[in-house]
């Protein structure tokens, strides 16, 4: 079983930025897409940006423009960078295979955009 660990989350001031890391191992990046995923309170999880093994980068109109989803396979890890939040991206974050999750998931990390 494939352990994620995000980090990075925190208070944010609407239009602040931030910058979120996945650590898994090597394997997860080489071998699959990959995406960060969210979910707000009362909300269905939803996917916010994926990349592909090849480096090809995806997003909702909801954030495209916005975030910015890299990875660093040697170093095992993974960044979501997130500019001009605002309060609707409040959420807890995770990262996991796109976009078919597998069944677990990290403990995720909580952004909260709020003056």
């Known amino acids: 079983q494939v352990q994620f660990v995000e980090s990075g989350g925190g208070l944010v001031q609407p239009g602040g930025s931030v910058r979120l890391s996945c650590v898994a191992a090597q394997s997860m990046f080489v071998f699959n897409d990959m995406g960060w995923y969210r979910q707000a309170p009362g909300k269905q999880r939803e996917l916010v940006a994926s990349i592909t093994i090849g480096g090809l980068t995806n997003y909702p109109d909801a954030v495209k423009g916005r975030f910015t989803i890299s990875r660093d396979s040697a170093k095992k890890t993974m960044y979501l960078q997130m500019n001009s939040l605002n309060p609707e991206d409040t959420a807890d974050y995770y990262c996991?295979?796109?976009?078919?999750?597998?069944?677990?998931w990290g403990q995720g990390t909580q952004v909260t955009v709020s003056s």
């Open positions: 996991n295979r796109a976009p078919r999750p597998y069944d677990w």
